[in-house]
């Protein structure tokens, strides 16, 4: 479901939407259809350069690169009193393409434009667990269950606040059950791993 996931991440972009994690139910085939790769082409590349601002008003650089240093942390559009200001994920593909749409509801959507993405494999809250200054306790995440429809999706670089460095939380061991594939591209950090640690904390 690679391309119709793409199509829907796209999709959303155009139309303006805030992001959301992408869960545009509502597209339809015509609609994700109507997105147009020219050449029928996506493009690969080996790194993605995030820039930010540090707290001391310094420009700062992050270069992104499945194969070295792929973790990334994300605002999270999660409103709710309690929830977790951030979301991480870790990039295992950095592509862009040239596209247009035909679709009536996209502004302009018939010129051709070069549209950027991220293939990422999402991180999850530990459930029951608390972090924060006042418990002296770093954020404590997981990867997501390769069977959940949202475990894999796309980022716009653009959403993306800076990379991030994971601890593994080595007392909580490792598990091939997040991911029964014992070779898969969403491993392609240690490619020959089989299987995935547990949890990790978010360094700070």
């Known amino acids: 479901n690679f391309i119709p996931k793409l199509q829907n991440h796209l999709l959303g972009r155009l139309m ?70 951030y979301w991480y994920a870790r990039v295992i593909g950095v592509y862009h393409a040239n596209i247009w749409a035909e679709n009536a509801a996209i502004p302009g959507g018939r010129n051709s434009r070069r549209m950027d993405f991220l293939l990422v494999r999402w991180f999850g809250d530990e459930p029951g ?35 991030c460095h994971l601890i593994p939380a080595f007392n909580a061991g490792r598990s091939a059950n997040l991911l029964p594939h014992p070779h898969s591209i969403a491993r392609c950090l240690n490619p020959e791993d089989v299987d995935d640690w547990l949890n990790f904390y978010v360094n700070m």
């Open 16 to 85: 303006g939407r805030e992001f959301d994690g992408d869960t545009h139910e509502e597209f339809t085939d015509d609609d994700r259809n109507s997105i147009r790769f020219i050449g029928g082409r996506i493009y690969s590349t080996q790194t993605c350069k995030i820039y930010y601002t540090t707290y001391d008003l310094q420009r700062q650089c992050d270069t992104i690169n499945p194969l070295a240093h792929p973790d990334i942390m994300l605002r999270s559009p999660v409103v709710e009193e309690g929830a977790e200001p």
């Open 129 to 163: 667990y608390c972090s924060g200054f006042r418990r002296a306790r770093l954020p404590k995440i997981g990867f997501v269950e390769s069977t959940d429809e949202f475990a894999f999706s796309f980022v716009d670089p653009a959403n993306v606040i800076r990379g």
